[in-house]
């Protein structure tokens, strides 16, 4: 899952880039305003954060702009001003949730992993499909109560298709998911991930949509 960062502090982006990267996704930051505006409107991205307080164009107005843009990505808003007139300002502008810096990064990758749920239909924060189980905590794939050994990028992968069961995920959308240049976003190179995520999880759960993509079904095989 791609996250999109949107905070002009570099220290502050920087620690928010390694707790999503350790948390198991993909991070994009963007510290200016109109840059955010693009990239959020533009990137496939699964959840953004977004500080209000930004250079040239203002979190709020670009939360703004997402919504009347039709944008339905869910936003967890950061702001340094955390009276409550701003946190409704920021609710009603589109915002899923709201964090008042300082915070907790252990607070923000609960908050974030929440929406994801939420945004994905999931109410458990472990996802069970068949013998296979995936716990955004810790970044860990069961197979009948037996931690699998994966690596980051093949987590990922069967991160995001449980994440969105039931539908089939194109190698497009897998590619904005999975790697952060486009020079890595090969068919061929997907096909081989997917292949070594089968032969270790052992379980036929990713299902091949020959042409359209991959997908794994609500309840499994």
Do not use: C
Request: charged share 25%.
């Amino acid at each position: 899952m791609r996250i999109l960062i949107v905070e002009d502090e570099l220290r502050i982006a920087t620690d928010i880039r390694d707790a999503v990267t350790a948390g198991g996704y993909l991070a994009v930051i963007a510290s200016e305003g109109e840059d955010a505006w693009v990239r959020g409107g533009t990137g496939n991205y699964s959840a953004i954060i977004l500080d209000l307080g930004l250079p040239n164009l203002d979190g709020l107005t670009i939360l703004k702009r997402w919504r009347q843009e039709g944008l339905a990505t869910p936003v967890i808003v950061l702001t340094a001003r955390g009276t409550w007139a701003e946190r409704v300002d920021g609710i009603d502008a589109g915002a899923d949730d709201y964090l008042s810096k300082p915070f907790r990064m252990e607070e923000l990758m609960a908050r974030l992993r929440a929406l994801l749920r939420r945004s994905t239909g999931q109410v458990q924060p472990i996802i069970t499909i068949g013998p296979v189980s995936v716990d955004p905590r810790t970044q860990q794939v069961s197979v009948n109560g037996v931690p699998a050994n994966l690596t980051p990028l093949e987590y990922r992968l069967i991160s995001y298709l449980f994440h969105n069961r039931g539908r089939v995920v194109s190698q497009t959308e897998l590619g904005d998911a999975l790697y952060s240049h486009d020079n890595e976003r090969d068919s061929n190179a997907i096909e081989a991930l997917v292949a070594r995520l089968r032969k270790k999880i052992r379980a036929k759960i990713i299902e091949t949509r020959r042409g359209f993509g991959y997908t794994v079904a609500v309840d499994g095989p």
